[in-house]
């Protein structure tokens, strides 16, 4: 065989990948080492790191580490989760929402305060502003960037620069825990919004609940997350793509198997729809028809909840 043909996967990627000790991890494995670590932690309060048991305390510190790890390449990464869909999605999500107050409409125009959360990179951000400024004609409208991950938040800020919003009193970016969003005033956020973000989370429940707490009577929380595919033969193609081919690819293109590992067994043991519906019901929001739409067959949806006016 020709040498030409060979030089391509001679990249220190592929040699890393073919060096490499530790074996890979299939649905069947995963699960099975989940089960077995679950036996062995049985001191202290534990919580899931894709398929594995971990303590709580070490959690945040974990999923730090991959985002850090992936932070440069997070678009390539959600590429691959989605089949290259997610903008779609994104663009979906944001017109779904409809931010932003149109002094044309009659009404008495009133800029919206928008927190969204998990968005380091500020793809939903920047959407938000583009939707408020084109669609709705409203120039006042604030989106916060919040995000526990400094190295996102320096990538959303990079990426801002090649916004309209850079140096912009629109657009801030806030360093803090999803589930302590202590700087952020009771009854102040008119849409909070967290795409692909809510599953990484320690504690969701008390992320919702921090949600609550800080938007406005009649404010909305919307989020948009992997979730469970319908369909027996959709779902079984979405799962050989998801733990044997996504992993594979992120040590081929980024050098980081395991980053990508977690986040397809991240996926996995995340709530279904209902599941997910109802604990968000749990901390008081009302809930719009059924409660989520599913994208493309459920490899993705849209949740929403409305704060109820006092």
């Known amino acids: 065989m020709s040498t030409k043909l060979l030089k391509p996967l001679n990249?220190?990627?592929?040699?890393?990948?073919?060096?490499?000790?530790?074996p890979f991890r299939c649905l069947s494995c995963s699960i099975r080492l989940a089960n077995e670590q679950a036996t062995q932690t049985q001191d202290g309060r534990t919580t899931h790191f894709g398929f594995q048991q971990v303590p709580e305390s070490a959690k945040e510190s974990r999923v730090g580490a991959v985002f850090s790890s992936v932070a440069s390449s997070y678009d390539t990464m959600n590429d691959l989760?989605?089949?290259g869909i997610h903008r779609l999605w994104k663009d979906h999500f944001v017109r779904s929402l409809n931010p932003g107050s149109n002094p044309t409409s009659g009404n008495t125009a009133r800029p919206w305060t928008i927190l969204d959360v998990a968005g380091g990179t500020g793809d939903i951000a920047f959407r938000m502003l583009d939707h408020t400024s084109i669609?709705?004609?409203?120039?006042?409208?604030?989106?916060?960037?919040?995000?526990?991950n400094p190295e996102m938040l320096k990538e959303g800020k990079k990426r801002s620069l090649e916004t309209q919003y850079a140096g912009s009193e629109r657009l801030s970016f806030l360093e803090a825990n999803a589930e302590?969003?202590?700087l952020i005033d009771n009854d102040s956020i008119d849409l909070y919004t967290v795409a692909f973000g809510i599953r990484n989370f320690t504690n969701k429940q008390a992320a919702l609940n921090e949600a609550f707490?800080?938007?406005?009577?009649?404010?909305?929380?919307?989020?948009l997350e992997f979730s469970k595919v319908k369909g027996r033969i959709f779902n079984s193609f979405y799962k050989r793509w998801s733990f044997g081919a996504i992993p594979l690819i992120g040590q081929l293109v980024a050098g980081d198997r395991d980053s990508y590992q977690y986040l397809v067994e991240s996926i996995e043991q995340f709530p279904n729809q209902s599941e997910f519906r109802d604990m968000i019901r749990?901390?008081?929001?009302?809930?719009p028809g059924n409660g989520w739409k599913d994208l493309t067959g459920g490899i993705a949806a849209i949740h929403k909840g409305v704060k109820p006016l006092k």
């Open 11 to 22: 990249t220190p990627h592929v040699r890393q990948f073919l060096r490499r000790d530790q």
């Open 81 to 83: 989760m989605s089949l």
């Open 135 to 148: 669609v709705n004609n409203d120039h006042q409208s604030k989106v916060m960037v919040s995000d526990i």
């Open 180 to 182: 302590k969003l202590s």
């Open 213 to 223: 707490r800080i938007l406005k009577p009649g404010g909305v929380f919307a989020c």
């Open 282 to 287: 749990h901390e008081g929001f009302m809930i």
